[in-house]
Structures are given as structure tokens and as C-alpha cells.
């Protein structure tokens, strides 16, 4: 079960009583730092949030009446997994956002692919030596929500997001030497001395005489590890100790990049680059692929380069 999250879902509000038996409406006041669910939202089982950072929420529980079940958790967004197990009699939820009370800034909250979910697996929730709580396996990297740039071979080649495969394509539109750097940027990575892991699949398309192609795969210039793309679909992995050239506020305000280029010669034009299920994680464990929540509700955009 999936429902996408939309601005004109919600209005500038917050709840006082929380009594059994009462309606939302019921429930709910004005308020200058808050912002609810205008109509409570139909769900049931367990419940996965996918929203930006930096925003407490609060769900209320409603059986199939709409009636208040006097059940309510509050959450602060961090690099977990935010996931409610609900009452078993809930068949409705109410939805509380706090730290603004501007409606406007719904978008920027739900960050253009929010949704409540009941089929997301449920994640083991770890604390490292750093006291930083994380899930083991959770895919940090949203390719729907990051920021798609080429960075090297500019007006030589196109860049695309494939957000339902979770990944991207890059076309070279004539003849390239050098390194074509395809970088997904302003990340906002967990930091600790946990190594971070990713795992992808690729493959080329190759027109006739083209040189071999090698990608170097990094998070934030560290730990830099090349590969040969081949006309085969194939899994690689990279791990990458933490570089502290982008650390602040515990945060890595950082990039992933994946550098393109041909060995001993130019890379040839209708050159094509598939990259597939990228997977991003914390720790050097390997986990099964399953995408950043967000990008199940679809989106994207296309860039390119020229």
C-alpha cells in the first residue's frame, strides 16, 4: 500500500485534545508553527514517513469510523527509517508537521516525492562507535531528490536521471577525451567513521572501435575505485572511508561521483553509459538493493551537459 503525500493534502494547523472518540476536526486548531492533514488519510498496518530532513511530525490513529483512537507518536526525521507500527484497529491516520507554520513550505517538506508506505522493509536500527543511530541498509541516496550534473566534458555528452531503476543514463554526442563526471551533489550524508558502501550495476553501448571505458566511483573524493564498464550488465562495489573536506553541522554536505572516461583514447560518440540500482549505505556490509523511499512515487528531472 502507497499514497503520495501532495501540498494541497495539508493546511496551516495543529491538534490540542487528544481525546478517544473525537473527530479530526475536532481535534485540530489554528497554529502558527504547525501544519496538518486537512482530511484524516486512509491506511492501516505499519507506516514508513519519507520526508526532507529537519521536520517533527506527529501521526494520529482513527478506526474506520474516523473516530480518535487516542494513539499518537511523535518523530524527529534523522537518517533512519521513520516507521510506526500502528493500532490494529487504526484504518485512518492524521498527519502533524512542526517547525513551520507556513502551508507554503509543504513543498519543501514532502521535497517533491513524499508518501506513507506499508510495504517498505523494516530495517535493523543500529548506534556506532560514534553514538550515530542509523537503519543497516537504508539507501541514503535519493535519485529523484538529489541534484544530477555533469561536471567534465561540457556540451560533449547528456546526463538523465532513471529514477524507477534508480539510476542514470549518459549519451556522449561526439568524440571525448578526458573525464566525463557524472555527480549527484548536495547530498546530506549521516557522518561517522563508518565506511560508507555502494553498490551498482552497468553496462555500455559501444559503437565500433571504441576504446575500453573505466569509471571511478567516489563519495566526496574518497577512496576513489575504477572499473571497467563493458557491454555486459555487471555488479560493482566501492567502499569509502569518510573525508572531512565536507563535514559540518555532523553532516556530509558532499556528492557521489562516477567518472567516466575512455582508456588510451577518446571516448566515441553514441557512447552510452547505463548506471542501475544504486544502492548508497553506511557500513561495509553488503545489503539486497531496495531504493531510497522517495523515488517509489516516480519524478525526476533530465539535464544535460550542452
Known sequence: MEIKLTPEM???????????GQ????????????????????????VYISIQPGYRFCIAQFDENQKNLGSHTYYDWR?????CVLDSRTRYIGLCFGDTGDVNKISQILGGGALIMSDYPTLQIVTNSDGLEYAKGYNLLSVSKSTLVEIGRSGACAVSKVVSESGFDLVFTKDTTGIAAVRFQRLELPYALTPY?????????????????????????????????????TKFISTHMPAKTYIFDNTYHGFTDFEISGVGAAIKANTTIHVRNIILTLSQDEFAFRPNPADLTGGGTYGSCS
Open 10 to 20: 495539508f493546511e496551516a494547523a495543529t491538534w490540542g485534545p487528544n481525546n478517544v
Open 197 to 233: 558502501r555502494i553498490t551498482y550495476e552497468a553496462w555500455a553501448e559501444l559503437p565500433s572501435g571504441s576504446p575500453k571505458i573505466r569509471c571511478n566511483n567516489d563519495v566526496c573524493d574518497a577512496n576513489q575505485n575504477g572499473v571497467e564498464i563493458t557491454a555486459t550488465r
Open 79 to 83: 537518517t533512519t527509517p521513520q516507521m
Open 23 to 46: 473527530t479530526w476536526d475536532e481535534m485540530k486548531q489554528n497554529s502558527g508553527s504547525r501544519i496538518c492533514s486537512i482530511a484524516p488519510i486512509p491506511f492501516e498496518g505499519q
